[in-house]
């Protein structure tokens, strides 16, 4: 039995704060969250029919042989343009996928359903899973296993302090199984979470290039054999 057994709920809730956890978070991990997806419809979501649907409660963008696509197509939402939030939902991939939650995106005027913006990469393979990387900008942001801080005209400064080792959190990713996405974005900071565990920490201080707010989308990536799924789709404003 550990010695927490014996402590007052408030001593407790003390030693959390004072390590740096968030006892309302650690009570209520769902508070302040609501569901962005009715589980049926497109209500509030935007974007190419022939590369997305639902089945059974889940969205799924898929693409085939039979129906490529030329570039990248996103499922926009249109519920607004979140600043600081928070972004949690269940995915699957098959092993040929590519993926991601765009999130502080902008459309671009020539393109349907294609957005430019920070990425929070998902793969079949989980060779970028958890990744931070910027569609149409600046690429590369943050690998698995970094945290990064991004200055104008610079490449990215990779902190000594990592978040771990790519490998060693590759393997808390499931392949061709369900995973949990949990996205924490504040101020100039960006946390991606795959299921429970941080996978990259990115703090962009470029004054050019980095976004305070702008569209939430989901990305079907180019690709002859492409499905990913998303379910319990839930968003909380910071």
């Known amino acids: 039995m550990s010695m927490t057994s014996f402590l007052p709920i408030h001593l407790l809730l003390l030693l959390m704060v004072s390590f740096g956890a968030n006892p ?120 698995r296993g970094q945290r990064a801080t991004l200055e104008a005209g610079k490449a990215p400064v990779i902190s000594k302090e990592a978040v771990g080792e790519s490998e060693t959190l590759k393997s808390y990713i499931r392949q061709n199984d369900w995973n949990e996405i949990h996205l924490v974005v504040k101020g100039n900071n960006m946390k991606h979470y795959i299921n429970g565990v941080l996978m990259s920490e990115t703090t962009d201080l470029d004054p050019t290039h980095a976004k305070s707010s702008g569209l939430l989308c989901l990305q079907a990536h180019v690709g002859e054999r492409m499905k990913v799924e998303f379910r319990k789709v839930r968003l909380k404003h910071l």
């Open 24 to 143: 309302s978070s650690a009570q209520n991990p769902e508070k302040g969250f609501r569901k962005i997806f009715d589980g049926k419809t497109f209500n509030g979501w935007e974007g190419d029919r022939s590369v997305w649907r639902i089945e059974n409660g889940t969205l799924i963008g898929e693409v085939t042989p039979e129906k490529p696509i030329k570039t990248n197509s996103f499922l926009i939402w249109r519920g607004g343009q979140p600043a600081d939030f928070e972004f949690k939902a269940e995915y699957r991939i098959n092993k040929e996928g590519n993926s991601g939650i765009n999130y502080r995106s902008e459309e671009l005027p020539d393109i349907k359903y294609a957005v430019k913006g920070y990425q929070a990469d998902i793969d079949g393979a989980n060779t970028y899973t958890g990744q931070n990387y910027e569609e149409r900008g600046r690429g590369f942001l943050a690998m």
